[in-house]
Structures are given as C-alpha cells and as structure tokens.
C-alpha cells in the first residue's frame, strides 16, 4: 500500500514539474477583491442586520438558559436527607430544657 501511495505521488511531482506554467494557473485565485494596503470594501446594511440580529438571538439564548437553567454551569446537587438531621441544627430545643 506504501509503495502505491510513493508511486502515485511521485508520478504527480514528476507531472508538475514537467508543468510550471500550470503550476502557476493552478494557484491564482479569481474571487473577491484584493486588500493590498488598503481597506476592505465594508460589508453592506443588510448583512450587518442580519449579523445584529444573529448575535442577539444567541445572546438571548445563552443568557435565558443561565438563568433558567443554573445546573448546567453550577452542576446539579442532591438534596440533603433530613432525617439525618438533628435538633440542635434545625434550631429545637431539647425535652430537657422545656421541662425546666
């Protein structure tokens, strides 16, 4: 599979070499504007709304959930058993200082 791999990418190197005009037709990129030392065209009025309004409703969405939904940052706890519980902690008195 090794020497499959080497053959067939040998074969491509040798090609392109061959080849140095196509070398260069291959790389050059016909889209958007180039940006050489000057600054980008701005975006027009309707993408920068629809980006507003994209970030809101995110914001929305991750804010809501905060608040609703705490567990998840927090994490989720169990409730503690409140039999184990004693008087002296749930703030009762004992028997013995309610018969004096």
């Known amino acids: 599979m ?6 067939a990418t040998l074969r491509a190197v040798a090609t392109l070499a061959k080849n140095k005009n196509q070398v260069t037709r291959l790389s050059i990129r016909n889209h958007g504007a180039c940006n050489y030392r000057s600054p980008p065209v701005p975006p027009g009025k309707n993408i920068v ?25 927090f ?14 902690e749930l ?9 004096e």
């Open 49 to 73: 709304l629809a980006a507003e309004v994209v970030q809101g409703f995110m914001w929305w969405w991750i804010l809501w959930h905060c608040w609703t939904e705490p567990g998840h940052l």
């Open 75 to 88: 994490g989720e706890f169990d409730y503690p058993d409140v039999r184990k519980w004693t008087d002296e």
């Open 91 to 99: 703030g009762i008195p004992s028997e013995l200082e309610l018969d």
């Open 2 to 7: 090794l020497l499959t791999r080497a053959s």
